[in-house]
C-alpha cells in the first residue's frame, strides 16, 4: 500500500502560479497528476517515470511541468500561466509494479481556483 498526501491548491488570478505537491509513504514506477471537474472523467495532466521521463497532456504543455525528488518520494507540479481551464480537483496518482502486478494508488485531492 502506497499512501499519497497532497498539497498546495487554493486560489489563483489567471495567468498566476501554483505549485502542487505529493509525497507517497513509499515508492513508486511512476507517479501522475490527473484533474477532474464535476460531471466530468479524470483526466491525464502529467507523468513522470524515473527521475526524468516525462509527458503532459496537450492542453498544459510548456505551461505545466511535473518533477520528482526520489530522496523524499515526493512529486510536484510546477503550474505558470494558469488559464481559466484549469480549475479542477488536482489527484495524485502513483503507480507501483509488484509481481509482475501494476498497482494504482489516489491521493485525497487538492483543488485548484482561477480567478478572472
Known amino acids: 500500500q502506497v499512501q499519497l498526501v497532497e498539497s498546495g491548491g487554493g486560489l489563483v488570478q489567471a495567468g498566476g502560479s501554483l505549485k502542487l505537491s505529493c509525497t507517497a509513504s513509499g515508492r513508486a514506477s511512476a507517479m501522475n497528476w490527473y484533474r477532474q471537474t464535476p460531471g466530468n472523467e479524470r483526466d491525464f495532466v502529467a507523468g513522470i517515470i524515473g527521475g526524468s521521463s516525462t509527458n503532459y497532456a496537450d492542453s498544459v504543455k510548456r505551461r505545466f511541468t511535473i518533477s520528482r525528488d526520489d530522496a523524499t518520494n515526493t512529486v510536484y507540479l510546477q503550474m505558470d500561466s494558469l488559464k481559466p481551464e484549469d480549475p479542477a480537483t488536482y489527484y495524485c496518482?502513483?503507480?507501483?509494479?509488484?509481481?509482475?502486478?501494476?498497482?494504482?494508488?489516489w491521493g485525497q485531492g487538492t483543488h485548484v481556483t482561477v480567478s478572472t
Open positions: 496518482n502513483a503507480v507501483t509494479l509488484t509481481d509482475g502486478h501494476y498497482q494504482h494508488y
